[in-house]
Each structure stands twice: as structure tokens, then as C-alpha cells.
T-cell receptor, first 114, second 110 residues
Framework: DTAVSQTPKYLVTQMGNDKSIKCEQN?????MYWYKQDSKKFLKIMFSYNNKELIINETVPNRFSPKSPDKAHLNLHINSLELGDSAVYFC?????????????FGPGTRLLVL | RKEVEQDPGPFNVPEGATVAFNCTYS??????FFWYRQDCRKEPKLLMSVYSSGNEDGRFTAQLNRASQYISLLIRDSKLSDSATYLC???????????FGAGTRLTVKP
């Protein structure tokens, strides 16, 4: 079974549209994340949630809104998509604690805004 | 200045070569350190954690110098399958925050 799954894998859409990406983890982890990897391959944290509570909220436009219905799911909704939003979005999860910080990543969602 | 800095490469080495990657981090409050590997069009995966005493996993050796805020990864006897991007990562226990470097690309050639 896939540990961290994301849907969709590919997303091609027009500027101005609203889209959502879903993420689920079956590892029993307490913390989930969203990362953005741009064309230069730089992986940047966007949000993290711990037990459904927002912990990290980096400087991300308000058009991006994460939602965590339970600790196994962290979805990302993007309003009014812009060309610069084109990137690969990775979901990840980890457990708390010094020895347990290993992050497990989903396969990524490749978003292309036209 | 980026929080985690790496030489982007690319490093092109022949099979069997030894190659070393370096990484520096700017926040002295960083508490945990890792190397991740990312293959082309795939997700990052943990390669190894990095401890102050240094640690080894087969052909891979990682070192941490807290005083200099410097992390290294040494790969001995390079294999074709080692071709990937290697990401230096620092973490913080209090909020499970993780900061990634931009990665160093390695290509091992026959």
C-alpha cells in the first residue's frame, strides 16, 4: 500500500481557475506538509499541520488554503491560479520526536497553469 | 542568504570514483540534519540522518560540523545508480520544520 498518496498526479488548467490537490497518509503520522518545487528544483515548505492544527504557514499567497479534515489527510486548495503557480507540489508526513523526523513524501502533483 | 546552501553541480564522475558534497546552513538553532536523494521526476527519499559523531552507511559517509555549520556527504565507489540529486536538509524539533537545500546533481558515467 502507498504510504503517502496524492491526487491528481497531473493537473493542467487555465489561469483564473480554482483547483484542489488531495493528500492522504496511512502511516499514522501526526504531522503533514505541503511543499512546492519550482522549475529550478528548489523544494520549499508551504504549510505543515500537526493533528489537524496549522503549525507552519510560510509566506504563501492567500489564494492557497490548506485543509486538514483529520490527521491522515491534508488537502490544498488554490484559488485564481496564476502562471507562477506552475510547479510540482509534494505532500509529506512525519512523526514527532527527534528520532522520528524522517519525512515521507507523496509522488507529487505536477501542476501546469496555461 | 538561503538557509541551506549547496553547490548545485552538476558533478559528473566515472564509476568507481569517490565524490564529496558539501552543505552549509545559516541558522545555528538547527537541530537535526539529513541527506535526501531525489531521482528525476520522483519524490525525495531519506538517504541518511547526519550525527555530530559522523555516521556511515555502506559506501556513504556523512559528517556534521556544528561549529562551522557545515554538513558533508561522501560517496565511495560510485555506481551508475547513484546518479540523482542529493538534498541537504536541516530540521527543528519544536515544530517539525524542515528546510531543504536546492540540491546537488550527480551523474555517474560508465
Amino acid at each position: 500500500d502507498t504510504a503517502v498518496s496524492q491526487t491528481p498526479k497531473y493537473l493542467v488548467t487555465q489561469m483564473g481557475n480554482d483547483k484542489s490537490i488531495k493528500c492522504e497518509q496511512n502511516l499514522g503520522h501526526d504531522t503533514m506538509y505541503w511543499y512546492k518545487q519550482d522549475s529550478k528544483k528548489f523544494l520549499k515548505i508551504m504549510f505543515s499541520y500537526n493533528n489537524k492544527e496549522l503549525i507552519i504557514n510560510e509566506t504563501v499567497p492567500n489564494r492557497f488554503s490548506p485543509k486538514s479534515p483529520d490527521k491522515a489527510h491534508l488537502n490544498l486548495h488554490i484559488n485564481s491560479l496564476e502562471l507562477g503557480d506552475s510547479a510540482v507540489y509534494f505532500c509529506a508526513s512525519s512523526q514527532e520526536g527527534r528520532e522520528l523526523m524522517t519525512q515521507y513524501f507523496g509522488p507529487g502533483t505536477r501542476l501546469l497553469v496555461l | 542568504r538561503k538557509e541551506v546552501e549547496q553547490d548545485p553541480g552538476p558533478f559528473n564522475v566515472p564509476e568507481g570514483a569517490t565524490v564529496a558534497f558539501n552543505c552549509t546552513y545559516s541558522n545555528s538553532a538547527s537541530q537535526s540534519f539529513f541527506w535526501y536523494r531525489q531521482d528525476c521526476r520522483k519524490e525525495p527519499k531519506l538517504l541518511m540522518s547526519v550525527y555530530s559523531s559522523g555516521n556511515e552507511d555502506g559506501r556513504f559517509t556523512a559528517q556534521l560540523n556544528r561549529a562551522s555549520q557545515y554538513i558533508s556527504l561522501l560517496i565511495r565507489d560510485s555506481k551508475l545508480s547513484d546518479s540523482a540529486t542529493y538534498l541537504c536538509v536541516v530540521g527543528y524539533y519544536n515544530n517539525n520544520d524542515m528546510r531543504f537545500g536546492a540540491g546537488t546533481r550527480l551523474t555517474v558515467k560508465p
